[in-house]
Nanobody
Framework: QVQLEESGGGLVQAGGSLRLSCAASGRTFNSGAMGWFRQPPGEEREFVAGIIWSGSRVSYGNYVDSVKGRFTISRDSAKNTVYLQMNKLKSEDTAVYHC??????????????????????WGQGTQVIVSA
């Protein structure tokens, strides 16, 4: 019903920037949540950032501590696309980044948004490699 496609990943030097995009197709929702997760090599998938909308109201700012002040999530409702602007990248940011959609996300707490089990749809992922 909903398909998510990430783009924008690649190889970048430490201190550089990348802007990831996640385009949603299939249908639109008046409310919900979009988020970004990442899975570093040999580690579990972890929450990175999330954004919630209900009608024209948008709330965001839920970030994992390790990216606060460096990453910014945003949404373009007209394009059905969410973005993750990543600045001051570190080698620890190297991972496969997945976007996700939660049709019930508008009613979730910030804590629950961090759980992989809260999300209904997932993109295939885009690789981000940060070199020293």
């Amino acid at each position: 019903q909903v398909q998510l496609e990430e783009s924008g990943g690649g190889l970048v030097q430490a201190g550089g920037s990348l802007r990831l995009s996640c385009a949603a197709s299939g249908r639109t929702f008046n409310s919900g949540a979009m988020g970004w997760f990442r899975q570093p090599p040999g580690e579990e998938r972890e929450f990175v950032a999330g954004i919630i909308w209900s009608g024209s109201r948008v709330s965001y700012g839920n970030y994992v501590d390790s990216v606060k002040g460096r990453f910014t999530i945003s949404r373009d409702s007209a394009k059905n696309t969410v973005y993750l602007q990543m600045n001051k990248l570190k080698s620890e940011d190297t991972a496969v980044y997945h976007c996700a959609f939660d049709k019930s996300g508008a009613g979730r707490s910030l804590a629950d948004q961090r759980l992989t089990s809260s999300w209904d749809y997932w993109g295939q992922g885009t690789q981000v490699i940060v070199s020293a």
